[in-house]
């Protein structure tokens, strides 16, 4: 029974649940007289709704009751809510039209809820959803971004023209136009980045109870943010006051930023609960989340980077058209704005930078933050830029980059988007992974590659990230309509266990072990004898949730606040127990002392004493130990660095292999390294799963999804992937009170960037400079095809 | 809806319960009708299981070829030693189908019959000129696989067993698409005394013989005999992973690679 504090690496305290099969999941709760709900959803990407026929459903074996749009409008059930407004460079503000619960009027994507059907069993509830006859007179739809802009495109929203949600711009347009004067050199690029669908392993669910004697509701839901889907869905859609609420979320395998929404599901299904006066049950198939789940990325691109004769860079244009999909989601006008144009100044000293963002409807499925979220499309376009730079001008990518890098000693440095970076040493990130990857040896690996009849090809990106979302001023200028802290509360109890209650979630990164790591440090507190509570309103003071690399840098800051103010309390009992003042007692590995004596009282004793307040001056001391703090940060952080991949690809079938990964990254203070490791880990392949396998494709013509199920979708696998070397670089946050800078989104954003520069590096022989994502093996081999037969033309 | 669910003990008994359903389906490993079924795409009045008929997973070297019984699973072809001394290209190719979870459920007997576009074994058995053995006659492969999931067999005929000739050399290579791992292109080379047979799966609408390529290797078996051939691209599949040109293509790389690849097993 012993403390394990920071930089240890214990095995993961919640694994124990997983790994047995006892995790507790919302498809796992069973509740006295639940029904099962299915949602009858559009097989339409675009058309009108006319008449809904229920009558033979709601004749079914087992049928309770079928709801539709118009029943949730005639209650003055509200849209699904907005967090974040975006203003247009014109000050317009963004067009925000109505998202209702269940479409009424109108169906704007494949898979848009019009009705659900309630039933005894979800088999009856999904047989029954057959037979709801939905009248639909089907029309055009717009599925690419270009055609949405057309004048003569069909509209998305009626009350939206040209389907434009809002023209949108950061930086200083004149200063990029000086530098594009100035330049002599001018690296171009156009790219797409791929829509993503994010999969988490665990589909959505969600089961929804009214308490009819204390008019009082409970949603059981797989959500990354319980407190905030009470917010929203209390506050602004159901109109059911906030402590008439409960929101749980328990285990959930897996976000990815997929269950940081608040969605149409969680808010029906709460409403008929209410209605029926019985628990109602929805758990998502796979096939039901391809379209019904946020999707992710879906940005068309083109940019320029201007550069002085040297090599210097002086200035960066950006104009990118972002896909919404059919609605406004809860961040989404915030992903491709906030979160996209403030990191293209990546690790660089980039004088200059404007970019245009036109936000765009279509019917497709609504697109918002998936892992990474505008960081990794920031990072694509400019370490893309900076390797096509590197081909026309002839300076080497490693050169080219030094020559740019923004120097440890010019920390902390202001970008001309907004953000000042506190802390970092990309030069480190990069010098450690030349090392570590053996770039020395890469030419040989060539050679002997192209011995066998491959090419092979070495890529290389750096980033910067800006995550610990985030600070609440700077978050509210930019258009947030909600705070960022996050709150903590550290109770402990009479024997001196410990329960720290926070608004986090935790689906994955290991937060049961490393806040209790944090614990057990600052305490002393045995590292097993501390608990950590999270996902329930009722239970946790109100918080913001685990998303953008937040959790530890906001999370884990309130945490050490509130363990503070405990040691604070812990002073001042002890200072009464031991009869000194309590300027005299320090509070050192796990004891309270009186300084320059041999007398003190354990951790144990004060918690004891703590509860036992026979003697205390109530006056001036309360009984308890129980402490609670909100941290709010001053600054992002910016976790960065270096990643290098080699692949080879097999000229005659466009066969890819990634041969090897190194990642050098810069999470500042780490807690726990097995734990660092892995969410880079998992991080990189998402990266390299868009990078080669990943693509959410529509059908231009019906707007129908494509790739709709794992036959068509590729997740990236275990035999695709080589062993990853990661070698973490550490500067401390010059403003986290541990010096942490989060590492959930790294991999994912360094990643793409990384994989297709070395597929582009190893078609250099050929003239290519770009290659869009997933680099299938058919796109290569059509790019070397088309490559071979223009040089044979030219021959 | 209801569905019937029979386990019958000998071959008369499963043949009679199907030809009485009103639409059974025969019930193998189930590793397309299953999942089939889930998805609301198959909708059964009965289903006859054939796992209790006796004598039908087996593998026995026999005078002149292999014979594999139409249950015995993927699995248990692919660490057969049988079956690697006789055609280790059959045992390697029953290895790589879909994964493991399907290896341990799936069916020879049920993999042919289904005849899936992108499937394996019918490659195998058009290349090795098998035999399908029914439970009322045999049938050449040549003769067996129709068109897009669909064979010579009756509605109510079971598959009993597979017999296959013993090649000089044989090999399979194919193109897994990534996401579903079925093969975008598998081509099966057989090279026997009197010939070459070439079968190509995944390509086009179901698994084919191509007689251009079976002359050139006949001619001469060596990767640098196919050369000058090329696939017409007109009859084969487009989709999402790949399209018409690249599969025929990758038609030729893989047959290549197949004939180097028997020539070294050799």
Known sequence: MTAIGIGQAPKRKEDVRFLTGRGRYVSDIKLHNMAAAFFVRSPHAHAKIGAIDSSAALEAEGVVAVFTGADLEAAKVGGLPVGWGITGSDGEPMKEPFYPVLAVGKVRHVGDPVAVVVAETPEQAQAAADLVMVDYEPLTPVVSMLDALKPEAPLVHEDVPQNLCCDWAMGDEAAVEEARQKAAHIARIELVNNRLIGNPMEPRAAIAEYDRARDHYTLYTTSQFPHVVRFLMGGLVLNIPQHKLRVVAPDVGGGFGVKQFHYAEEAALTFIAGKLCRPVKWVSERSEGFVSDRQGRDHVTEAELMLDENGKFLGLWVSTLANMGGYLSTFGPNIPTNLYAPLLSGVYKLPAIFCNVKVVFTNTLPVDAYRGAGRPEATFVLERLVDVAAIETGIDKIEIRRRNMISKEEYPYQTPVVVEYDSGDPMACLDKAIEVADIAGFEARRTEAARRGKYRGLGLSTYVEACGLAPSRLAGQMGARGGLYESATVRVHPTSHVSVMIGTHNHGQGHETTFAQIVSEQLGVPFEDIDIVFGDTDRVQFGMGTYGSRSLVVGGAALSKAGDKVIVKGRKIAAHLLEASFEDIAFEKGEFKVAGTDRAKTFAEIAGAAYVPHDYPLETLEPGLEEQAYYDPINFTYPGGAHFCEVEIDPDSGEIELCAYTAVDDVGTIINPMIVEGQLHGGIVQGIGQALFEHGIYDEETGQLMSGSFMDYCMPRADNLPSITISPQVTACAHTPMGVKGCGECGTIGSPAAVINAVVDALKPLGITHVDMPATPNRLWAIIRNAQSTSIAAE | ?266
């Not at chain 2, 579903?180 to 598998?186: N, P």
């Not at chain 2, 487009?238 to 599969?247: C, E, I, Q, T, V």
């Open chain 2, 1 to 266: 809806m209801t569905l019937a669910f029979h386990r019958p003990s000998s071959i008369a008994d499963a043949a009679k319960l199907l030809a009485g359903a009103e639409d059974g389906k025969f019930l193998a490993g189930g590793m397309t009708l299953l999942p089939t079924m889930r998805q609301r795409l198959a909708d059964p009045s009965d289903l006859v299981d054939l796992s209790s008929l006796p004598g039908l997973a087996m593998i026995e070297r026999t005078g002149d070829g292999l014979v594999i019984g139409a249950l015995t699973r993927h699995a248990d072809v692919a660490g057969s030693e049988v079956v690697k001394a006789a055609v280790p290209a059959l045992a390697a190719l029953a290895g790589r189908i879909g994964d493991p979870q399907v290896r341990y459920r799936g069916t020879i007997g049920g993999s042919i019959a289904n005849n899936d576009p992108a499937a394996d074994y019918p490659a195998a058995l058009l290349a090795l000129d098998a035999t399908v053995v029914t439970d009322r006659r045999e049938i050449a492969a040549d003769d067996f696989f129709l068109g897009t999931f669909e064979t010579a067999l009756e509605t109510d005929e079971i598959v009993t067993a597979v017999r296959f000739p013993i090649p000089l050399a044989a090999s399979y290579e194919k193109l897994r698409s990534p996401a579903s791992r079925y093969a975008l292109v598998g081509v099966f080379v057989a090279r026997f005394a009197d010939g070459v047979r070439v079968a190509v799966t995944g390509a086009g609408p179901c698994v084919f013989r191509s007689a251009d390529i079976e002359e050139a290797l006949a001619s001469a078996f060596e990767p640098s005999a196919l050369d000058r051939i090329s696939i017409d691209a007109s009859e084969l599949n487009s989709d999402l992973h790949a399209d018409a040109d690249y599969r025929a293509h990758m038609i030729m790389v893989l047959t290549k690679r197949a004939v180097a690849a028997a020539i070294a097993g050799h």
